[in-house]
């Protein structure tokens, strides 16, 4: 039984200045990669469902798989709801038996933000689950906030979340140009909260170095969605292009596109480890 929230990975995470990836998953192949990761790289890893997933059932179904591959892993995972949208879906997702979950109030003002905030990680809370708040907002299609350092400090204390997204230069999926990460930012939030994890979104694309100097400040968990993904998704389309429309049953099919994943989350899961 290894299913666990942040606050058995993140403390001493912090402490010893690591962090653990967070790979966003929307099949049984995803997520097993990622196991398989953590237990070669014998790592903790979080494993997380999208928001979008839990418009229809997809997000409670796929439930039942991880917990179960959770479980059965040799090495502490976390199931995680990313970017939940509304209380309805912080709770559904509890309901499914997630281990942590995020409520992203970053688009709305503060105090909506932290009074929502507040009342999802109280039920997180309830549940037993850890839970992940959003302060400044990481651009999703549309232009980042930087955290502010008074708004980080009073929204943590108002919450009681046990990890806090921050927006220091990143954004989410592929970048057109290099982004450039305010790392003096980041120091600044860690000094100011030096006991809470810090969460890094837009993590692909985001040059090794940056994410490296922001784990020393403070970051405990990275985000990879959209690499993760893509991943898959060419893996996907070179074993389809190697069977040239013969069949082939899909479990074997999908073989080689679990091997690549895995490899790629074992890369980084070391790199933010420190390894
Ligand atoms: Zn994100």
Not at 202 to 210: A, I, S
């Amino acid at each position: 039984m290894s299913l666990v929230t942040f606050k058995e990975i993140f403390p001493q995470a912090r402490r010893e200045k690591r962090a653990v990836g967070a790979f966003n998953v929307a099949n049984y192949e995803g997520a097993l990669g990622a196991i398989r990761a953590a237990e070669s790289e014998k790592l903790p890893v979080i494993i997380q469902v999208y928001m979008r997933l839990f418009h229809s059932d997809k997000g409670a179904d796929l439930a039942g798989t991880l917990l179960r591959m959770a479980q059965r892993c040799n090495q502490p995972v976390v199931i995680h709801l990313d970017h939940g949208e509304s209380i309805e879906q912080v709770q559904k997702a509890l309901e499914a038996g997630y281990s942590s979950v995020m409520y992203d109030g970053s688009r709305l003002p503060f105090e909506e933000n932290l009074r929502i905030t507040a009342t999802a990680s109280e039920l997180a809370h309830r549940h037993g689950a850890s839970m992940e708040g959003e302060i400044g907002h990481v651009a999703q299609g549309d232009d980042s906030v930087l955290t502010s350092v008074e708004e980080a400090i009073e929204f943590a204390r108002g919450t009681h979340v046990d990890a806090l997204a921050v927006s220091i230069g990143t954004a989410h999926g592929y970048y057109h140009t290099a982004p450039r990460i305010d790392h003096q930012r980041c120091q600044e939030l860690s000094e100011a909260l030096p006991e809470l994890p810090l969460v890094l979104h837009g993590g692909t694309g985001t040059p090794l170095e940056d994410v490296r100097k922001a784990i020393e400040h403070g970051i405990c968990k990275v985000n990879i969605a959209t690499e993760y993904m893509d991943t898959f998704l060419k893996s996907t389309r070179r074993e389809l292009e190697k069977l040239d429309g013969k069949f082939l049953p899909v479990d074997k099919m999908m073989d080689p596109v679990v091997d690549d994943c895995a490899a790629h989350a074992a890369r980084l899961l070391r790199f933010f480890a420190g390894k």
